[in-house]
């Protein structure tokens, strides 16, 4: 009988660990941080959730930004990070929006306070199980800022031509 409990003791207890809950993923904010000559670069800033009670570790991710059923940006990388038991950390993705694109978004005339998007994104997790791919399907409205809107753009591009 001892020989017994002792058995489901152990089962139970390698039962637990072996269990692995895959990390919640909120879009925490998207938000443009620059414009240069290439595009606008937006970030987004992904709150990763692992609820585990050991660590988890990032090996990279992948993504495509959709801003008015257009896809703007698309991308992966490659990185190490670690998601420590019970807590939450951050990630930032940079994305890049093309001029040529925003051009076609700005051909929408979308209502720059409410211009919809979806981000569509993968990240890949190593456990003591192996690899998983947590998917994450956000869609929402966000606000264009002022000096990234048509009239700040303008303003942008005629100091940048103006400049000897």
């Known amino acids: 009988m001892t020989r017994l409990a002792l058995m489901a003791l152990l089962l139970l207890l390698t039962g637990c660990a072996a269990v692995v809950t895959a990390p919640t993923v909120q879009l925490e904010q998207l938000k443009p941080v620059s414009v240069d000559i290439s595009g606008i670069t937006i970030e987004v800033d992904l ?39 019970g807590q939450q950390t951050r990630i930032t993705i940079p994305t890049l929006v093309r001029h040529r694109d925003l051009f076609k978004l ?3 005339q979308h209502e720059p ?17 192996g690899e998983k791919t947590v998917p994450v399907d956000h869609q929402g409205l966000f606000a264009l800022p ?14 940048t031509l103006s400049q000897p």
């Open 47 to 85: 709150l990763v959730t692992n609820l585990n009670r050991f660590d988890l570790t990032l090996l990279g991710y992948s993504y495509t930004l959709q801003v008015a059923g257009l896809p703007l940006s698309s991308g992966e990388e490659r990185q190490t990070l670690i998601f420590p038991a």
């Open 146 to 159: 002022e000096q990234y809107r048509p009239s700040g753009l303008l303003k942008y591009l005629k100091g």
């Open 106 to 108: 700005l051909q929408l």
């Open 113 to 129: 306070d409410r211009i919809p998007y979806r981000l569509i994104t993968g990240i890949q997790v190593n456990s003591p199980l």
